[in-house]
């Protein structure tokens, strides 16, 4: 075990909202683990436990798979790596599935973790340059840990999307949750969509755009999730 200030390989982060998952304690055994990482779109804030995209793409080859959401509400691109670096000796994921935020994000380290996010006062020296190599210096992490754990990853995106800065990986690049619906399928559909697709909260994005993410993601990936 490896463990310096925040950062572990042994020991997921502390989380007020705890893990959308099942408990890894005692770990099961016989499948390869999938770690599927993001922010509250990825914990599925305002959806119910089966209707969040995680859980939609988590009933994809159970046989040889086993899936753990480690989605964070108000995650940032710098949490997603720490989550993901203490999972190497308590998941040992196999696969990495990556739902990246809004690269203005950040993660501020004192004695405690604070998620910075939106207009935050310790944000407002960022700009869009400084956004992207941080989000280029995570991906990198991310890339890193798979090559040394021998994992399989693929990247998506919540909301805005950053896939022409990922060449050679696996991306899903035109769709995001926040883009992906509505949508016109002229042989599906005889009316147009009149009103928004909301979770329960009222804020985030509803059972449609998870639905559909899920059905995209699927649709590019399910080939090599095995």
């Not at 042994?10 to 959308?20: D, H, I, Q, V, W």
């Not at 203490?86 to 994921?93: A, I, N, R």
């Not at 985030?204 to 998870?210: A, I, S, T």
Request: aromatic share 14%; proline share 4%; glycine share 6%.
């Amino acid at each position: 075990m490896i463990k310096f200030g925040h950062y572990s390989d042994k020991g997921l982060p502390a989380s007020e909202t705890g893990y959308r998952c099942s408990s890894w304690d005692p770990m099961p055994s016989g499948k390869k683990n999938v770690v599927v990482l993001g922010c509250s779109h990825t914990y599925g804030v305002g959806h119910s436990e089966d209707t969040h995209w995680v859980a939609r793409i988590s009933k994809h080859n159970t046989e040889r798979l086993r899936y753990w959401n480690l989605g964070q509400p108000g995650a940032s691109a710098d949490k997603i790596v720490r989550i993901l670096y203490g999972s190497e000796q308590v998941l040992y994921p196999k696969i990495i599935v990556v739902c990246w935020p809004v690269w203005s994000r950040r993660e501020r380290l004192t004695g405690v973790c604070v998620d910075l996010t939106s207009d935050n006062e310790f944000l407002k020296t960022e700009n869009d340059e400084t956004d992207k190599q941080n989000f280029l210096k995570n991906v990198f992490f991310v890339e890193k840990f798979a090559k040394a754990n021998n994992c399989l990853t693929f990247h998506c995106f919540a909301e805005e999307s950053y896939h022409e800065n990922l060449h050679g990986l696996n991306v899903l690049e035109d769709y995001t949750i926040k883009n992906c619906w509505p949508y016109w399928d002229k042989f599906e559909q005889r009316i147009t969509y009149d009103k928004p697709s909301l979770a329960a909260d009222g804020k985030h994005y509803g059972v449609e755009h998870h639905e559909r993410f899920a059905e995209l993601f699927l649709q590019k990936f399910q080939a090599k999730l095995r």
